[in-house]
């Protein structure tokens, strides 16, 4: 049996626009919604050995602590600030990154009867990330708001705000590309009756 009623969504936005807060909110929704988010993605991609070897064969040993933890403080200044690195890195994850979410695609259409796929992936625009998605949902605030939100989540100073800004696509272009945009300045309870409004709008009956 295939799912033939799946819905499936590419879900995107610039740093700290809210998207795994949008991710969230759909999932409160529609709580049968098949979620891939390519960050926690990267983040147990950063365990496999193949792909550390290939990290320390590139930044060197000083990437590690003596834990043999990586730095991840160091990688971001590393990847916000020197393009090639930031190039390295894509080529490593990306594809692997793809492999991941086509994998959990085709599990929910074979096996899930869910109505729901949504992937959660940053770079969606920069990349043209096409996973057989029907539809591309854009995140989006006003660059200050970017820039509070980095500051008091995450703690960043100036510099590192602006650098990482400034390696990603200017939310306006996206807008171009985006097929909805949800406006994420005003409280989660307002995100939470857009997204309800969108479900409703793909006739998923909340
Ligand atoms: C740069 C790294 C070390 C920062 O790690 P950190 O734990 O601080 O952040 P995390 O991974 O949670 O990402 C947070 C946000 O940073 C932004 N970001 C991450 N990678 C990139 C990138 N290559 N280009 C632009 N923005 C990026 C995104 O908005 C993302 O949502 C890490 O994100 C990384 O290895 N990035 C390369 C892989 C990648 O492109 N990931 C994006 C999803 S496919
Ligand atoms: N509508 C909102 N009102 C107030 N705070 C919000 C709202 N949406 C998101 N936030 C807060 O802003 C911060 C960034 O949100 P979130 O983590 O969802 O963004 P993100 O786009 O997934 O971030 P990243 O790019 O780092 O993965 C979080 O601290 C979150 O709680």
């Not at 990586?70 to 200044?77: A, Q, T, V």
């Not at 890195?89 to 096996?111: G, M, S, Y």
């Not at 096409?130 to 939100?149: H, K, Y």
């Amino acid at each position: 049996m295939t799912n033939s009623q799946l819905t499936i969504l590419g879900l995107s936005g610039g740093i700290a626009t809210g998207k795994s807060t949008c991710a969230k909110v759909l999932l409160d929704l529609l709580p049968e919604t098949v979620l891939f988010d390519a960050d926690a993605c990267v983040r147990d991609l950063y365990q496999r050995d193949t792909v550390l070897r290939a990290l320390a064969a590139h930044f060197g040993d000083g990437l590690f602590s003596d834990g043999g933890e990586i730095n991840k403080g160091l990688l971001r200044e590393r990847a916000f600030s020197n393009p090639a690195d930031k190039q390295f890195l894509e080529d490593l994850f990306h594809p692997l990154v793809r492999q991941e979410c086509l994998a959990l695609l085709a599990q929910t259409v074979k096996n899930s009867q869910s109505r729901l796929f949504v992937a959660d992936v940053p770079l969606l625009f920069e990349n043209g990330f096409d996973f057989g998605q029907s539809t591309n949902l854009l995140v989006a605030t006003s660059r200050n708001t970017q820039v509070n939100r980095l500051r008091q989540r995450n703690n960043w100073d100036a510099n590192t705000v602006q650098s990482v800004l400034s390696s990603q696509m200017p939310i306006e272009s996206k807008f171009a590309l985006a097929d909805v945009v949800i406006w994420n300045e005003g409280p989660v309870k307002t995100l939470r009756s857009q997204c309800r409004r969108y479900l409703n709008s793909l006739n998923l009956n909340l």
